[in-house]
């Protein structure tokens, strides 16, 4: 087990990897290997465990009525997944989680890390205390896609996400985590559509950009 890639995952921070170590029994883990495009997770599935990736990558996956398949996020090695349906019993999963590279998942029983073990351990309790951070993360990260989804048009959702990472990140010049794609997926636009606006918005002297760079003229901003 890879306990120095667990040491700096965010659910054992704060944790040595000794201590990852003597908590992994305690937590019913087990290691799977999964080969590229297998179903780690199945919408429908009620989950009694969450995932970290220990190698490789997943998706979250969507498929609509017609079959059609989103990509919803991508988690790589020591992230966690399923978290939020792990600790809703009976609550159906949505999505599915798929192997989309040959990968490694450790599995951990929800229970076991919610219920503290008889020794009340400090490194327990920071587990804890851990998962709850990631949980409120991840839906900060919801909101904001939310908001950044909710203009009508594909110019206003560009400079809503723009002009987010541009106070985030505190300049006029940023560099956006997406590269054209993953950004159209995220806006949920289509990827031709998205480059004909940033094209129009380059001419109308909005903005400048090279892949995942950008130039924002802060009279726009």
């Known amino acids: 087990m890879d306990t120095k890639l667990l040491a700096n995952s965010l659910l054992f921070r704060g944790n ?9 029994n305690c937590l019913g883990s087990r290691l ?16 009694e465990h969450v995932g970290i990736v220990i190698s490789g990558h997943v998706h979250i996956e969507i498929d609509d009525f017609w079959g059609n398949k989103s990509i919803m996020n991508i988690i790589e090695p020591g992230q966690i997944f399923a978290e939020a349906y792990a600790c809703t019993p009976g609550e159906p999963l949505m999505v599915n989680a798929a192997a989309a590279s040959e ?3 450790l599995f951990l029983n929800i229970k076991k890390i919610l219920q503290t073990c008889s020794s009340s351990c400090i490194h327990h309790n920071r587990l804890i205390q851990n998962l709850l951070t990631i949980m409120a ?9 939310m908001l950044h989804t909710a203009p009508k048009t594909i110019r206003e959702r560009l400079l ?18 997406f590269n054209r794609q993953q950004l159209a997926d995220y806006l949920n636009v289509d990827r031709s559509a998205l480059s004909n606006e940033l094209g129009k918005m380059q ?13 924002l003229n802060t009279e726009h901003l």
Do not use: W
């Not at 505190?170 to 560099?175: C, D």
């Open 16 to 24: 040595t990897e000794t201590e990852i170590a003597s908590m992994l």
């Open 32 to 47: 799977k290997a999964f080969k590229k495009g297998e179903l780690i997770f199945h919408a429908g599935e009620i989950l």
């Open 103 to 105: 990968c490694e998942i």
């Open 137 to 145: 993360q991840k839906n900060l990260q919801l909101s904001r896609r």
């Open 160 to 177: 809503a996400y723009l002009s987010f990472q541009a106070l985030r990140q505190n300049s006029h010049r940023i560099t956006i985590p």
């Open 203 to 215: 001419r109308d002297g909005i903005l400048e950009v090279h892949k995942n760079q950008f130039i």
